[in-house]
């Protein structure tokens, strides 16, 4: 089945820094890589996503670059700031009409991010 | 605005007894999910639902079980609690289909002892 491996599991930056966090994945079947943020005490909430067609995507200080070939993906965070602190989670999964479980995320286990003022 | 709610944001139970823990969604999902949520091993996947009636084992289904007999309601139980079940419960749904976003509750801290 899928696997998907989350690197590095801390990260410490200085505030205005950028972070990077990677993730690579097993299943080249593959094609929607969501990023998911949890902030302390709190639920995840997706902040960014791709799907396979797609080698990038930005949304204001956070991107997402994939590399099908390679099988892996990376969430950017340009400018850090404290309120970036918290726990990331890349996940992958299929396409829901392949049907039954295989439209599960997988979910990597996880980056827990800080950011020093 | 989704809204994902689960019946207790923390609970306390003794070794053996019978622990429900109640999801409910008002966002009419077709798709809802029981996760545990360790520190180091990421949100591991129960359970799911991709219709009332319907579930499905995840990836570590043993001593749970799951009922789903409303579209918005999905129950996780654990027949007989043991310390090792101790954990972070998140439920998630989502729409079925192509649309992918899931969406979590608050989840649910169970303390067994």
């Known amino acids: ?117 | 605005d989704v809204k994902v709610t689960q019946s207790s944001r923390y609970l306390v139970k003794r070794t053996g007894e019978k622990v429900f823990l109640e999801c409910v969604q008002d966002m009419d999902h077709e798709n809802m999910f029981w996760y545990r949520q360790d520190p180091g091993l990421g949100l591991r996947l129960i359970y799911f639902s991709y219709d009332v009636k319907m579930k499905e084992k995840g990836d570590i289904p043993e001593g749970y079980s799951v009922s789903r007999e409303k579209k918005e309601r999905f129950s996780l139980i654990l027949e007989s609690a043991s310390t090792n079940q101790t954990s972070m419960y998140l439920c998630a749904s989502r729409v079925g289909g192509p649309i992918y976003e899931q969406y979590f509750g608050p989840g649910t801290r169970l303390t067994v002892t």
């Not at chain 1, 990331?88 to 800080?114: E, H, P, V, W």
């Open chain 1, 1 to 117: 089945g899928e696997n998907v491996e989350q690197h590095p599991s801390t990260l410490s930056v200085q505030e205005g820094d950028s972070a990077v966090i990677k993730c690579t994945y097993s299943d080249s079947a593959s094609n929607y890589f969501p990023w998911y943020k949890q902030e302390l005490g709190k639920r995840p909430q997706l902040i960014i996503d791709i799907r396979s067609n797609v080698g990038e995507k930005k949304d204001q200080r956070i991107a997402v670059t994939l590399n099908k070939t390679a099988k892996h993906f990376s969430l950017h965070i340009t400018e850090t700031q404290p309120e970036d602190s918290a726990v990331y989670f890349c996940a992958a999964s299929r396409d829901l009409n392949y049907g039954g479980s295989q439209g599960n995320l997988i979910f990597g286990k996880g980056t827990k991010l800080s950011v020093k003022p």
